[in-house]
């Protein structure tokens, strides 16, 4: 599974963004996708996560509220909205794919697949 994310820029406190995740090689209906992300120094951080047919959602606390998480499995893709961004929102954000039985997976090691990341940088 090659992941692509794609829609990452810098953008003003308070804007809004949309990164998207396609596949290659993949059909993403078949997997549980979700967003990570990671600043300079911290840790890999979950975001989202969306079951196989995108009922079910789930997201982190520092993000409920702002980001919303969607798929179209007929175009093979996954969105994550966000909305109101803020200077902490500012990192790499992953794309990543879970072929696990559960819907909600927060741990980045339950994530076999990943895609190389794309910055989203929010000025203050």
């Known amino acids: 599974v090659q992941l692509v994310e794609s829609g990452g820029g810098l953008v003003q406190a308070g804007a809004s963004l949309k990164v998207s995740c396609g596949a290659s090689?993949?059909?993403?209906?078949?997997?549980?996708m979700g967003w990570f992300r990671q600043a300079p120094g911290k840790e890999r951080e979950f975001v989202a996560c969306i079951d196989r047919t995108g009922s079910i959602t789930y997201y982190g606390d520092s993000v409920k509220g702002r980001f919303w998480i969607s798929r179209d499995n007929d175009k093979n893709t996954v969105d994550l909205q966000m909305n109101d961004l803020e200077f902490e929102d500012t990192a790499v954000y992953y794309c990543a794919a879970n072929d696990d039985f559960y819907a909600i997976q927060v741990t980045p090691e339950k994530y076999a697949w990943w895609g190389q990341g794309t910055q989203v940088t929010v000025s203050s």
């Open positions: 090689g993949a059909t993403l209906r078949n997997y549980i």
